[in-house]
């Protein structure tokens, strides 16, 4: 069974660009997290979705930032008009249905974005 | 609000000495309690989690951690340490309270001296 898939696993953006990362969760995992790891600091929460709806979104920046889990295809996290702040490693993880409370939520390999 | 506390953000060990990460939390309801491991350039890995059964919990590669409610801690230990245990780890916090996130502490890098 293979693990939650992040691509690129790199990706370097120029200020002023369109950023676009995805996931594709676990076989049968139907929740999908975004987490944010900021240089020398921890994973934070930026948003929870299911396929097709959004859950919670309240780590995720007001302005320039969306995601997306369609019904067909990988979940999307964009970042639109980057800037050099928004350089970090993004974490998907994905966790099967049921109560996600106690659930183990799989993490990605992640993908390292890098604004010049 | 969730929080957690990681005390120490780097902690060094020699091979097969105790190794002993702090985690304290703060939630408003029973927690779930869990730590990851990140090795460098890769995903995080559940190590073991709390979800309200034995206080005691054992995890992979010979880990084990503690909830002490009186204390809220979930301290992580190993009674010897291998090399490969060099890595940083994360302790989270999730609860009904606040939906489905993990809160994660910002992270102890554990380095074993050979």
């Known amino acids: 069974n293979a693990g939650v898939m992040q691509n690129p696993r790199h990706l370097v953006r120029r200020r002023g660009q369109e950023a676009r990362l995805r996931c594709s969760p676990m076989?049968?995992?139907?929740?999908v997290y975004w987490y944010r790891q900021l240089p020398e600091e921890g994973l934070k929460f930026m948003v929870y979705l299911q396929k097709e709806n959004i859950i919670d979104e309240s780590g995720m920046p007001k302005e320039r930032f969306s995601a997306e889990f369609p019904k067909e295809g990988p979940s999307i996290l964009r970042i639109q008009q980057v800037v050099r702040g928004d350089s970090a490693a993004y974490f998907c993880?994905?966790?099967?249905?049921?109560?996600?409370?106690?659930?183990?939520?799989?993490f990605g390999p992640g993908t390292r974005l890098t604004v010049l | 609000a969730q929080s957690v506390t990681q005390l120490g953000s780097h902690v060094s060990v020699s091979e097969g000495a105790l190794v002993l990460l702090r985690c304290n939390y703060s939630?408003?309801?029973?927690?779930?309690l869990f730590w990851y491991v990140q090795y460098p350039n890769q995903g995080l890995q559940l190590l073991l989690k709390y979800t309200s059964a034995a206080t005691l919990v054992k995890g992979i590669n010979g880990f084990e951690a503690e909830f002490k409610k009186s204390e809220t801690s979930f301290h992580l230990t190993k009674p010897s340490a291998h090399m490969s245990d060099a890595a940083e780890y994360f302790c989270a916090v999730s609860d009904l309270a606040y939906g489905n996130k993990l809160v994660f502490g910002a992270g102890t890098i554990l380095r074993v001296k050979s």
């Open positions: 939630s408003s309801v029973p927690p779930y």
């Open positions: 993880a994905s966790s099967p249905p049921g109560s996600p409370h106690y659930n183990e939520q799989f």
């Open positions: 076989k049968g995992h139907s929740h």
